[in-house]
T-cell receptor
Framework: NAGVTQTPKFQVLKTGQSMTLQCAQD?????MYWYRQDPGMGLRLIYY???????DKGEVPNGYNVSRLNKREFSLRLESAAPSQTSVYFC????????????FGSGTRLTVV | QKEVEQNSGPLSVPEGAIASLNCTYS??????FFWYRQYSGKSPELIMF????GDKEDGRFTAQLNKASQYVSLLIRDSQPSDSATYLC?????????????FGKGTHLIIQP
């Protein structure tokens, strides 16, 4: 199925470990986003990429880095994981900066112990 | 600061009744309005969008928009237990920066059999 693919679906990390969450879309969308979702907090924007070659900080960027590898792929890296980064992470993409809505990936459930 | 407000619920509605979900937004320049449904443990799924004042119907779902009151609602007719989910309201302003949609925290809807 066409859409947004995230890997992995589940991950357990120890404090201080690093990892990269992968996201790829095959809809030729220009814009891509990384969110985290915590109970009672809603979706919070970590980083976004309005177009290939650009990335910008969102609401909660601390502890994360991103790479827009090409038009299809947008990765999120945790350099030194902390328990506060335990969350569900969603990647999303959009055609026109959000004007037609987003398509979300299936999410990555990350636990940092 | 762009804000989207929703009652977190839970909103409990008997099966077969009309569920009414409400959302207010602060950015008067918002142009596009979206409703996402999110089942527990799943990613948000776009179910309705509306751009113009008034009502938009799609099957059992009706989105209502009142830009003067900065108010969006979603009506679900003949509610079914499968409608039990969290419903996220999102708004978009093309002149509001490249960070895409602004999401509410969602309303948890429970349809009682």
């Amino acid at each position: 199925n066409a859409g947004v693919t995230q890997t992995p679906k589940f991950q357990v990390l120890k404090t201080g470990q690093s990892m990269t969450l992968q996201c790829a879309q095959d809809m030729n969308h220009n814009s891509m986003y990384w969110y985290r979702q915590d109970p009672g907090m809603g979706l919070r924007l970590i980083y976004y990429s309005a177009s290939e070659g650009t990335t910008d900080k969102g609401e909660v960027p601390n502890g994360y880095n991103v790479s827009r590898l090409n038009k299809r792929e947008f990765s999120l890296r945790l350099e030194s994981a902390a328990p506060s980064q335990t969350s569900v992470y969603f990647c999303a993409s959009s055609e026109a900066g959000g004007g037609y809505g987003y398509t979300f990936g299936s999410g990555t459930r990350l636990t940092v112990v | 600061q762009k804000e989207v407000e929703q009652n977190s619920g839970p909103l409990s509605v008997p099966e077969g009744a009309i569920a009414s979900l409400n959302c207010t937004y602060s950015d008067r320049g918002s142009q596009s309005f979206f409703w996402y449904r999110q089942y527990s443990g799943k990613s948000p799924e776009l179910i309705m969008f509306i751009y113009s004042n008034g009502d938009k119907e799609d099957g059992r779902f009706t989105a209502q928009l009142n830009k003067a009151s900065q108010y969006v609602s979603l009506l679900i007719r003949d509610s079914q237990p499968s409608d039990s989910a969290t419903y996220l309201c999102a708004v978009f302003n093309s002149g509001g920066g490249a960070d895409g949609l602004t999401f509410g925290k969602g309303t948890h809807l429970i349809i009682q059999p």
